[in-house]
């Protein structure tokens, strides 16, 4: 089973290529056009990190890079170069409602129960077969 990997086309890597930070101090930072597409394939995918194929490098550097251009709001102009939107639609509200319940708000008592049914206590009939 082949893998499906994701690299950026020249035309793309030539319109995100002006918003990557130059001239940082440090040392040197390995191939962007490499870790970007491995970025863009692992956030297609919707998978863990660590999942990174070996061939964009090692995920930590994958991670870490998304993680501190996020910090610096670096993905919108990289995203809105490659689609021509930020991907932002609207403002979205989230509720933290909630309400605390007490561990036996289920209603059951855990555990098997040994107890007689009422009617087989009482010495009636029993309703079902052996």
């Known amino acids: 089973m082949s893998k499906q990997l994701y690299w950026l086309s020249d035309s793309e890597w030539a319109r995100i290529e002006p918003y990557l930070p130059r001239g940082r101090r440090g040392a040197h930072r390995v191939d ?3 870790v970007i597409s491995g970025i ?3 956030l297609r995918l919707g998978a863990r990190w660590r999942d990174c194929p070996k061939e964009y490098g ?12 996020s910090r610096q709001g670096l993905w919108f102009e990289i995203f809105e170069a490659l689609t021509g939107s930020t991907g932002i639609i609207a403002t979205v509200a989230i ?12 209603g059951g008592k855990g555990g ?3 107890r007689r ?6 010495g009636g009939r029993r309703k079902s077969m052996l």
């Open 40 to 42: 863009v394939h692992m």
């Open 112 to 114: 098997p129960s040994n």
């Open 32 to 34: 962007d056009r490499r």
């Open 95 to 106: 509720d933290s409602t909630h309400i605390k319940a007490h561990r036996s708000a289920a």
């Open 117 to 122: 049914s009422a009617a087989h206590a009482a």
């Open 58 to 69: 090692p995920y930590t550097t994958i991670y870490n890079r998304f993680n501190r251009w």
